[in-house]
């Protein structure tokens, strides 16, 4: 009846295989939870978060306004359009940052003085999609770092100031 609980990190999820493309929420989309007694039981009221990972049953979502991330089954997450709901300044510049680096999973890992850390971990990606990263984040952008991270995926270690 129970579950395994899902990985640690970003790192041991290369051991699952990859979530089916169901159409259902992705690593990057903006995301709300349409069922109230999951909202309740989260605690993130009617806020829009981002999907941080991305599992066969669950995904990861971080609500940056409560500064909280939570595993929730596929079913109660609901992706949304950019654009469509009011979403917190940091989980929309997650996603556009997901979108520009093809990101396969998110840590939010440190904080650094004015600046936080992020690793996102992508399949591989060019010079032309960091530079397209790094411009997303314009004055806040304090620096980029780039881990092969195997044959199987990079870790691209990205801060900036989110507050």
Known sequence: MGRPP??????????EPPAPDDGGP????LAILPVRRVREAVGCGER????????????????????????ID???????????LEAPALA????RLCRALDA?????????????VFHVFTRGTTLDRLLAARELLGPDFRRMGIDP????????????KTA
């Open 6 to 15: 899902p990985p640690e990190s970003a790192d041991e999820a290369e051991l």
């Open 26 to 29: 992705a690593v990057g989309d």
């Open 48 to 71: 829009v978060g981002v999907v941080l990972e991305d599992r066969r049953n669950v995904v990861k979502v971080f609500f940056p306004d409560i500064d909280r991330a939570f595993w």
């Open 74 to 84: 596929r079913g109660d997450v609901l992706s949304v359009a950019e654009g469509r």
């Open 92 to 95: 929309v510049r997650l996603h």
């Open 104 to 116: 396969v999973a998110v840590e939010v890992y440190d904080r650094e003085e004015d600046a936080d």
């Open 149 to 160: 991270g195997g044959v199987r995926r990079a870790r691209v270690t990205i801060v900036f």
